[in-house]
């Protein structure tokens, strides 16, 4: 049978490898390990103080997520990872500050070396979700909460990555913005002007490319595109950025302006060619050209090919 001993660092260790190889005071004393043997623990180097009632099993690797997961331990249940934080723990790819940002209740101030601690009166219950078991705030709520530190560019970008994700809807981030009132470090406008470029119905493409562009079409009052429309042609199946099917004609958005292998090159000309031959015309953008660039370009791509509609009567 095995000694008591042995289960308590058993229970132990399974709330360790649960959370990032982080054990805390309480989930220590339920496993039968008592605050003086974890002080002791800690005084011959088994565990790594991280915070207040919060430690590391010597040997687990000391990474951001443990550091984020060890500043709630230690604060509680009244806060949640928010802002930059919640947005990495979201899985965007956002500019880091060296903060770890958590919310919480008007009531409760935060204070912890590295940590920026923000109170809100608002954190309403559909604001929290969790990632890893780690309680953040969601896509919407941290767009909210990021729309007074970033630029309109920045938020935009934003946006349209947890769109994609279908981690937000366009109208539900709007009405929550047309109840949400200024404060400290929260940009009503900046959300409105970025929601404002986003009419019902955008799509923001596959790549920051897309979103760009199916924005411009908008805001230039272009004839709208379908977006990644599918097209056969001989059995073979092609899919495209942008397509004007009444009028035949395509527009592929190049992020890099250039190709990076041969294959790419070969593949790229091929189904170029089988659309061309199949009646379609094609036009091409890069991200460096200048949305002005753009809008000419597509204005008078379009007036030179009205629609088939037009063209038949």
Request: aromatic fraction near 6%.
């Given at each position: 049978?095995?000694?008591?001993?042995?289960?308590?660092?058993s229970n132990a260790e399974a709330f360790a490898e649960r959370n990032d190889g982080l054990i805390t005071n309480s989930a220590a004393a339920a496993a039968?390990?008592?605050?003086?043997?974890?002080?002791?623990?800690?005084?011959?180097?088994?565990?790594?103080?991280?915070?207040?009632?919060?430690?590391?099993?010597?040997?687990?690797?000391?990474?951001?997520?443990?550091?984020?997961?060890?500043?709630?331990?230690?604060?509680?249940?009244?806060?949640?990872?928010?802002?930059?934080?919640?947005?990495?723990?979201?899985?965007?790819?956002?500019?880091?500050?060296?903060?770890?940002?958590?919310?919480?209740?008007?009531?409760?101030?935060?204070?912890?070396?590295?940590?920026?601690?923000?109170?809100?009166?608002?954190?309403?219950?559909?604001?929290?979700?969790?990632?890893?078991?780690?309680?953040?705030?969601?896509?919407?709520?941290?767009?909210?909460?990021?729309?007074?530190?970033?630029?309109?560019?920045?938020?935009?970008?934003?946006?349209?990555?947890?769109?994609?994700?279908?981690?937000?809807?366009?109208?539900?981030?709007?009405?929550?913005?047309?109840?949400?009132?200024?404060?400290?470090?929260?940009?009503?406008?900046?959300?409105?002007?970025?929601?404002?470029?986003?009419?019902?119905?955008?799509?923001?493409?596959?790549?920051?490319?897309?979103?760009?562009?199916?924005?411009?079409?908008?805001?230039?009052?272009?004839?709208?595109?379908?977006?990644?429309?599918?097209?056969?042609?001989?059995?073979?199946?092609?899919?495209?950025?942008?397509?004007?099917?009444?009028?035949?004609?395509?527009?592929?958005?190049?992020?890099?302006?250039?190709?990076?292998?041969?294959?790419?090159?070969?593949?790229?000309?091929?189904?170029?060619?089988?659309?061309?031959?199949?009646?379609?015309?094609?036009?091409?953008?890069?991200?460096?050209?200048?949305?002005?660039?753009?809008?000419?370009?597509?204005?008078?791509?379009?007036?030179?090919?009205?629609?088939?509609?037009?063209?038949?009567?």
């Amino acid at each position: 049978m095995a000694s008591s001993g042995a289960h308590e660092q058993s229970n132990a260790e399974a709330f360790a490898e649960r959370n990032d190889g982080l054990i805390t005071n309480s989930a220590a004393a339920a496993a039968g390990v008592s605050r003086s043997q974890v002080a002791r623990r800690r005084g011959s180097g088994r565990y790594r103080p991280m915070g207040r009632g919060v430690s590391a099993v010597a040997g687990a690797p000391p990474t951001w997520k443990q550091r984020v997961r060890a500043v709630l331990f230690a604060l509680g249940i009244a806060v949640a990872a928010s802002h930059s934080t919640a947005a990495r723990l979201l899985g965007a790819d956002v500019s880091e500050d060296g903060w770890i940002h958590v919310s919480g209740s008007l009531q409760r101030r935060a204070r912890m070396a590295g940590v920026r601690g923000h109170r809100t009166g608002t954190l309403e219950p559909e604001d929290l979700t969790r990632r890893s078991g780690i309680p953040c705030t969601t896509a919407l709520r941290t767009v909210i909460d990021l729309s007074g530190s970033l630029s309109d560019i920045e938020l935009g970008v934003l946006l349209d990555d947890f769109l994609r994700r279908r981690m937000v809807g366009l109208e539900e981030l709007r009405s929550r913005v047309n109840r949400t009132r200024p404060a400290p470090g929260r940009s009503v406008k900046r959300l409105r002007r970025v929601l404002a470029q986003r009419i019902p119905g955008y799509d923001p493409g596959e790549s920051e490319l897309e979103g760009r562009i199916a924005r411009l079409i908008d805001r230039a009052g272009l004839p709208r595109a379908a977006q990644q429309q599918r097209v056969t042609i001989d059995g073979q199946r092609f899919r495209i950025d942008f397509a004007w099917p009444d009028r035949m004609l395509y527009l592929e958005g190049n992020g890099f302006g250039f190709h990076r292998l041969g294959s790419d090159l070969d593949r790229d000309a091929s189904r170029q060619n089988e659309l061309v031959l199949a009646g379609w015309a094609p036009i091409e953008v890069t991200w460096r050209m200048t949305d002005a660039v753009i809008e000419s370009t597509l204005r008078r791509f379009l007036a030179r090919h009205p629609c088939l509609d037009t063209l038949a009567r």
